[in-house]
Nanobody
Framework: QLQASGGGLVQAGGSLRLACAASGRTPSTYVMGWFRQAPGKEREFVAAFRWSGSTTYTFYADSVKGRFTISRDNAKNMVYLQMNSLKPEDTAVYSC?????????????????WGQGTQVTVSS
């Protein structure tokens, strides 16, 4: 079970850190991802990472690359999304997701497990 938190209202240029708590141990072969959905738009991929042995691979949507950072705290079983230099177009409901690696990270249908979303609003 996943639970996202950390959303809120921030001015453009500001920062927020979203957190995703996973109850139970997440298998090491799992992919963890963040998606967002703005009003009237389809859900879109934001960031994800997967593990391969001792190596972590991170992936970002072009729209957030260089501004957002996805990370994990193994001891706490938490996944974070640090969002810097926020823009009004980042306004959306952000959700975390998890699932076994199937060769794709950017498609929502690849993730069978989802947390409830947290609202992020960036004012101009």
């Amino acid at each position: 079970q996943l639970q996202a938190s950390g959303g809120g209202l921030v001015q453009a240029g500001g920062s927020l850190r979203l957190a995703c708590a996973a109850s139970g141990r997440t298998p090491s072969t799992y992919v963890m991802g963040w998606f967002r959905q703005a009003p009237g738009k389809e859900r879109e991929f934001v960031a994800a990472f997967r593990w391969s042995g001792s190596t972590t691979y991170t992936f970002y949507a072009d729209s957030v690359k260089g501004r957002f950072t996805i990370s994990r705290d193994n001891a706490k079983n938490m996944v974070y999304l640090q969002m810097n230099s926020l823009k009004p177009e980042d306004t959306a409901v952000y959700s975390c997701a998890a699932g076994p690696y199937t060769g794709t990270l950017s498609l929502a249908r690849a993730y069978p497990y989802w947390g409830q979303g947290t609202q992020v609003t960036v004012s101009s």
